[in-house]
């Protein structure tokens, strides 16, 4: 708990705000992260995080602000701007988006106007809310046509999508996935946006740090606009980022400020800067190759134990295991997980029979486990209590038993606090 002596001021105002934190960092230290979208911030981001930079209105972009008192912001986003584009080899980029969600609704306004026809990933196949969903504002704003992964393969089946891009001639086609386990072809998704005459979004906020660190490929050379979070696979502070070509980049920038927009939240800018920074040295490329090696390794121990694996494995940082042979929910499985310290979500599959709310499937992710230092070894221990809970999510005594294995391996893999 030493590095959190900086709780002492808070401790003193807020006791019970500071007893609430305390107790997030035990629950954290004392389980095992597999949702796919979590990570473990550094200190240095933690710190910029929590800087000062709170304090800041500036509303605009550097240089043309409607404040006074931004020339140090100014250098702030100018920086975390300068970074990102050498990370991401983008012509243009905007790093103010709140979140993903936000950096998605600034790209659709700055592109298509109300009314128009998108083509995303169904939700239940891997697309995000944000993609079409009904509930969303982009299904209420936008005529919606979705694509999904073959039925038997489990894979994006692209000649289906150019199918249907050339049956409804949409304005713009989103690809990326929140829950879609293998490399998605973006040359692919831009070869049938440009035959049906759609701009194309691609939604990296899953992948972004498999991109950065090079073990993912990269959209930017064919997609028109990029969107991203900051908070997964790139180990950042939890925020968004746009890309995208120097044409693009007014109408980008205005649909943020002030299209959807007010003022940056420039301390968690700041952070975007110190992950982005992070992500550009050469450790960060080896940290990601861990993050596939290690989520390959689960795939594979999954399989070998007798679960179905969505797609037969896994070419990224997650992994989506079918329930149905092991005739529970996504819901009970998620449950008796968490009772046994190790947390991942439950997920809709392909074809899912199972209302979203219990879900057929269940996603395991390894960005976190990784950033703990788990190696393959571990992630085999870790698989065999994961097929122990699932086969026997209600017995007190597998719980018992996975619950202290889990404690030792917390205890062997610290929270990262050092570096
Ligand atoms: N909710 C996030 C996820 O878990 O994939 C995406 O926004």
Do not use: W
């Amino acid at each position: 708990m030493d590095s959190y002596s900086s709780l002492e001021p808070l401790s003193a105002v807020d006791p019970e705000l500071a007893e609430l934190i305390k107790n997030e960092h035990q629950r954290q230290a004392s389980t095992i992260d597999l949702i796919a979208s979590e990570n473990h911030v550094s200190r240095a981001i933690r710190v910029a995080h929590s800087s000062l930079l709170t304090d800041k209105y500036a509303e605009g972009y550097p240089g043309r602000r409607y404040y006074s008192g931004c020339s140090v912001v100014d250098e702030v986003e100018r920086v975390t701007v300068a970074r990102a584009k050498v990370l991401f080899g983008a012509e243009h980029v905007n790093v103010q988006p709140h979140s993903g969600s936000q950096a998605n609704f600034a790209t659709y306004q700055a592109l298509i106007k109300p009314g128009a026809t998108i083509m995303g990933m169904d939700r239940s196949h891997g697309g995000h809310l944000t993609h079409g969903a009904e509930v969303n504002f982009s299904g209420r704003l936008f005529r919606v046509v979705t694509y999904g992964v073959d039925r038997e393969t489990e894979l994006i089946d692209y000649d289906a999508v150019r199918a249907l891009a050339r049956q409804h001639h949409p304005a713009l086609i989103v690809a990326g996935a929140s829950s879609y386990p293998r490399i998605i072809d973006f040359a692919a998704f831009s070869r049938i946006a440009k035959e049906v005459g759609a701009l194309l979004m691609v939604d990296i906020a899953h992948i972004a740090g498999l991109i950065a660190g090079g073990t993912h490929p990269s959209p930017v050379p064919y997609a028109d606009v990029v969107t991203g979070t900051t908070q997964k696979t790139l180990r950042g502070p939890r925020g968004g980022f746009i890309l995208c070509t120097t044409a693009l980049g007014s109408s980008i920038d205005s649909a943020v400020f002030p299209g959807s927009q007010g003022g940056p939240l420039m301390h968690v800018i700041a952070a975007k800067a110190v992950c982005f920074q992070q992500a550009l040295q050469p450790a960060f490329r080896r940290y990601t190759e861990a993050i596939v090696a290690n989520a390959r390794v689960m795939a594979e121990e999954l399989s070998g134990a007798g679960l179905r694996v969505v797609s037969g494995g896994t070419d990224n940082h997650l992994v989506l295991v079918d329930l149905g042979q092991l005739h529970i929910t996504g819901k009970q499985a998620e449950i008796a997980l968490e009772r046994a310290g190790i947390l991942a979500n439950r997920n809709s599959i392909p074809y899912d029979t199972q209302p979203p709310l219990m879900a057929g499937g269940l996603r395991v992710g390894t960005p976190a486990i990784t950033t703990r230092g788990f190696t393959p070894d571990d992630i085999r221990t870790l698989t065999g209590l994961i097929c122990r809970v699932l086969r026997q999510p209600d017995s007190d005594q597998v719980r018992d038993e996975v619950r202290s294995v889990v404690a030792e391996m917390c205890v062997s893999h610290p929270l990262p606090e050092s570096y």
